[in-house]
């Protein structure tokens, strides 16, 4: 039996849907960051998460060098924080923050001022697995924003959720 092509299951993998979420590393001309959908929750007790990062991202190699990070779930207005992020435009490092508010929270990571949920994290464990690496996040901070909606995205596009 043949293993599915890569191309075959990315397809697939547009059916499911995702909650857009960025993940922020690094400082001053260092900082960048990267926009991902396999983010989830790992544990309560303590506070944990979960995110799949491609070791060849720009982004990989700032969370092994400073191991905290922020990770902040899009609202259902920040389809621009999401294109920046994605890369979009050949948008790169430093760059991808502008057009956007973010806050400092306690690790140093930067959190996007009115996302729905932000979480600030230290870098717990980092497992690889063929081309990514599993990247566990004790959570240090949170912060809400009531009312903000929600970015998914489906079928190779970003949609807003909205209440």
């Not at 890369?87 to 490092?93: E, P, R, Y």
């Not at 306690?106 to 001022?113: D, E, F, I, N, P």
């Amino acid at each position: 039996m043949t293993e599915p092509s890569a191309k075959d299951f990315r397809d697939a993998m547009r059916a499911l849907v995702g909650n857009v979420s960025v993940i922020t590393v690094g400082a001053g001309e260092q900082a960048s960051g990267l926009v991902v959908t396999s983010a989830i929750s790992l544990s309560a007790e303590p506070a944990l998460l979960l995110a799949c990062v491609n070791r060849s991202a720009s982004s990989h190699p700032l969370l092994v060098e400073y191991g905290c990070f922020g990770w902040s779930s899009l609202g259902a207005a920040h389809q621009a924080v999401a294109e920046r992020f994605s890369g979009f435009g050949g948008i790169k490092g430093p760059a991808r923050y502008d057009g956007a508010g973010w806050e400092t929270a306690v690790t140093g990571a930067r959190l996007l001022q009115g996302a729905p949920a932000a979480f600030d994290c230290n870098v717990e464990e980092m497992i690889e697995r063929a081309t990514h690496s599993i990247v566990i996040g004790r959570v240090r901070a949170i912060r809400t924003t009531a009312g903000a909606g929600a970015l998914t995205y489906w079928n190779g596009q970003y949609r807003a959720l909205t209440d």
